[in-house]
């Protein structure tokens, strides 16, 4: 099992870039109040100097509109094979 570690600031902004830019695809959540709550695959477009996660979809899509009414969202990244969760 890995070491667990709790980071902070620069550390964890640097751990975080690291390990979703090199898995690339997570598990986008909404709607977390709601059971089931929505769930889609999203592709990473890039991770800033202050640890944000950006993402592209359609201005339009459903996605997009139930992020307008609650924003809490959960991303989930998952690289198995280095036991990276």
């Known amino acids: 099992m ?12 640097t751990k975080l870039k690291t390990m979703a830019e090199a898995i690339k695809v997570c598990m986008f959540c909404t709607k977390l109040g709601a059971v089931p709550f929505s769930t889609r695959p999203m592709g990473l477009s890039g991770v800033d100097e202050e640890g944000k996660l950006w ?19 959960q991303l989930l990244f998952a690289d198995p094979s280095g036991l990276h969760f």
Do not use: H, M, R, T
Request: glycine share 6%.
């Open 55 to 73: 993402f592209l979809s359609a201005g339009d899509s459903k996605k997009n509109l139930g992020i307008a009414q609650d924003d809490k969202v």
């Open 2 to 13: 890995p070491d667990v570690q709790n980071l902070s600031n620069e550390a964890a902004i």
